[in-house]
């Protein structure tokens, strides 16, 4: 069973139910890729997957729960690495790993920026996960004994690069590029 497997039983889902779950969280991953976030309905996500819409909204609050939680699971799916150098080139490199992540999945990209800004609870707490896992990778990076108003600083200038990435300011392949001399003013290496 696959570790989203896991966290979704962990949610209170039983086999059979994590299972249609999974289903719906790929036909979603098919159908954003087919008709794009603006054209995907949760109706056209639960036909993908041969199940009803009923079962569909009892899985998925909305269309934005459904981009937040594939914004998740692919985020999540790729490992932090480990990377020598100094704490302002290990930060850089971990800003590189997420940025080239989500640039991987353009479709995703566009998708999850406005679904990030929805308040059902769902996307609140899975949003709050997201957060929770940039803030994890720039602390390993940063190591032993950061100060935590750097690694506050690095949130708040991540999050506001993706949040120009996914206005179309910049793209996503541009962010690290961009944010490597913010990473070092930040961290104190010049």
Same mark, same amino acid.
């Given at each position: 069973?696959?570790?989203?497997?896991?966290?979704?039983?962990?949610?209170?889902?039983?086999? *059979?139910?994590?299972?249609?779950?999974? *289903?719906?969280?790929?036909?979603?991953?098919?159908?954003?890729? #087919?008709?794009?976030?603006?054209?995907?309905?949760? *109706?056209?996500?639960?036909?993908?997957?041969?199940?009803?819409?009923?079962?569909?909204?009892?899985?998925?609050?909305?269309?934005?729960?459904?981009?937040?939680?594939?914004?998740?699971?692919?985020?999540?799916?790729?490992?932090?690495?480990?990377?020598?150098?100094?704490?302002?080139?290990?930060?850089?490199?971990?800003?590189?790993?997420?940025?080239?992540?989500?640039?991987?999945?353009?479709?995703?990209?566009?998708?999850?920026?406005?679904?990030?800004?929805?308040?059902?609870?769902?996307?609140?707490?899975?949003?709050?996960?997201?957060?929770?896992?940039?803030?994890?990778?720039?602390?390993?990076?940063?190591?032993?004994? #950061?100060?935590?108003?750097?690694?506050?600083?690095?949130?708040?200038?991540?999050?506001?690069?993706?949040?120009?990435?996914?206005?179309?300011?910049?793209?996503?392949?541009?962010?690290?590029? *961009?944010?490597?001399?913010?990473?070092?003013?930040?961290?104190?290496?010049?």
């Amino acid at each position: 069973m696959s570790s989203q497997v896991h966290d979704t039983v962990g949610r209170g889902l039983d086999g *059979r139910q994590a299972r249609t779950f999974e *289903r719906l969280l790929a036909a979603g991953s098919d159908e954003l890729r #087919a008709v794009g976030h603006e054209a995907l309905t949760v *109706r056209g996500v639960a036909a993908r997957a041969g199940v009803s819409s009923a079962t569909a909204y009892t899985y998925l609050a909305s269309k934005n729960h459904l981009f937040v939680e594939l914004f998740w699971r692919h985020l999540t799916a790729a490992p932090a690495g480990e990377e020598a150098g100094s704490r302002a080139e290990r930060v850089q490199a971990a800003v590189r790993g997420l940025t080239t992540r989500i640039a991987d999945e353009p479709a995703l990209a566009a998708a999850v920026t406005p679904a990030l800004l929805g308040s059902d609870a769902d996307v609140e707490r899975l949003r709050l996960r997201i957060g929770a896992e940039f803030a994890s990778r720039f602390e390993a990076a940063l190591g032993d004994g #950061a100060d935590g108003a750097v690694g506050e600083a690095l949130l708040l200038a991540f999050s506001g690069a993706l949040l120009q990435a996914g206005m179309g300011l910049m793209t996503y392949d541009e962010m690290a590029d *961009r944010l490597a001399p913010v990473v070092a003013v930040i961290v104190g290496e010049e």
